[in-house]
């Protein structure tokens, strides 16, 4: 029976049209990937016109899964990948058209190609990383496929280490037991999902990672997306390791999610910018700087450390914001469990709410010589203090608005400001 495939199907499953051997006494028109019929019973590739068959071919069958076209829909195919890229050239593009296992120790060094998965998967079995780019920083683009590592690779190795340019397209790296991407010195890494037991994705300090989603299935407090360059729009979740975005260079629309063992979320001595964290137990944590960020703990401290420049920190039951060497702008809020700001130094320009209904519901508390002016500060107990301090403390705090307290400043707290307002509306602090 003759069925009707497209020429460039037939191709891709190894069948290549070799020459015409029969013309039935008619001119040979150009062949289409429309025209041409398989007989799955004769073997027999042929074309037709309105019906009337006009050319017989000859086919030659080239196997192997993985293939590299010509760009007119012929491929030369080759068992392994190792092959394929070793034939390919930099600009050709390689597909695979099956499921493969590879349960040798392989290592395959990508080139600057264009690899299509067409949705297949590459499951790897061996004890050695099977992605390395060895330094020669390719650029690469690689669409609609799934790498799956099941064995072990080393102590910290990674599935896929490169210093080149990685563009992804529904590109997706699973490992059981290592590290997922490695985005070296100098590399750039777009659009890849990654779930890993190590870290899913590490970016050098020189190396940016753009679009990327990461899973971390480890418990150890190394394991979580690592990065020490740039990362943009990049987003991990985890519900084992201790942290789960771990940032020691700029961050900038990324976002941290942790549950259940995944206690303290985003992890940041570098700068995060416009991100946003989930934290059960601490939502940010971290001495470094804090651009309109949004951070949420559910039973913890929203932001613990560093330098917060604006953003809005929850913290249901907890701390909103505690310890923060620099606080300018932004929104804290406590819901139950605590004060809303605690043991932070110099406070400016913030709105500051405690929700919970609590004689210990502080506004903010100081157990350090510290500044506060230009602060909104509102408590739901009236026997809370929005200025509170359990000892003896000089607070410098100026032209700020207290709500709901009795006793808005603590006994406890001494003004260490000693200058009055000038003509001009001018305090020196």
């Not at 990937?33 to 009337?52: M, P, R, S, W």
């Not at 998965?117 to 920083?137: C, Q, R, V």
């Not at 709901?404 to 006994?411: E, I, Q, R």
């Amino acid at each position: 029976m003759a069925i009707t495939t497209p020429k460039v199907t037939l191709a891709k499953a190894g069948i290549k049209i070799d020459k015409q051997i029969t013309d039935f006494g008619t001119d040979f028109p150009l062949l289409s990937d429309l025209d041409v019929a398989h007989d799955t019973t004769t073997g027999e590739i042929f074309q037709k016109v309105n019906d009337v068959k006009i050319g017989l071919f000859t086919a030659v069958t080239s196997t192997g899964v993985f293939g590299i076209s010509n760009g007119v829909g012929e491929y030369e195919h080759y068992d392994t990948l190792t092959l394929a890229m070793a034939a390919a050239s930099p600009g050709d593009s390689i597909e695979q058209f099956a499921n493969v296992t590879e349960a040798g120790d392989v290592q395959v060094q990508f080139k600057s190609v264009n690899f299509n998965g067409n949705g297949h998967t590459y499951t790897y079995t061996g004890s050695i990383p099977p992605f390395d780019d060895l330094n020669t920083a390719p650029a690469v683009n690689i669409s609609d496929w799934s790498i799956i590592v099941t064995s072990g690779i080393g102590s910290n190795n990674f599935v896929m280490s490169s210093r080149g340019i990685t563009r992804g397209s529904n590109f997706y790296i699973e490992s059981t037991l290592n590290g997922g991407y490695e985005c070296d010195s100098g590399g750039r890494v777009s659009g890849i999902q990654v779930k890993s037991f190590d870290d899913p994705i590490s970016v050098a300090a020189t190396s940016v990672s753009l679009n990327c989603y990461t899973e971390c299935t480890g418990t150890a407090t190394t394991s979580f997306y690592r990065n020490g360059g740039l990362s943009i729009n990049c987003h991990a979740v985890s519900s084992t390791s201790t942290y789960v975005f771990t940032n020691f260079g700029t961050a900038i629309n990324c976002s941290a999610k942790g549950s259940s063992g995944a206690s303290q979320s985003f992890n940041n001595t570098g700068t995060a910018e416009n991100c946003y964290s989930y934290g059960l137990y601490r939502a940010f944590t971290g001495n470094g700087t804090y651009n309109n960020c949004i951070g949420y703990a559910p039973s913890g401290n929203a932001v613990v450390y560093g330098a917060v420049n604006g953003g809005s920190f929850t913290a249901v039951s907890g701390i909103a914001g505690d310890l923060c060497d620099k606080i300018r702008g932004g929104v804290f809020i406590t819901d139950s469990g605590g004060r809303t700001l605690d043991r932070c130094m110099d406070v400016r320009d913030a709105t500051i709410i405690n929700n919970w209904n609590n004689a210990t519901g502080h506004g903010v508390s100081f157990d350090v010589n510290s500044t506060i002016v230009n602060c909104s500060i509102q408590v739901a107990n009236a026997s809370a203090n929005c200025l509170f301090a359990s000892s003896a403390k000089t607070v410098k705090y100026a032209n700020n608005t207290f709500e709901g307290s009795t006793t808005a400043v603590h006994g406890n707290i001494t003004q260490d400001s000693s200058n009055v307002t000038d003509a001009y509306g001018n305090t020196l602090i």
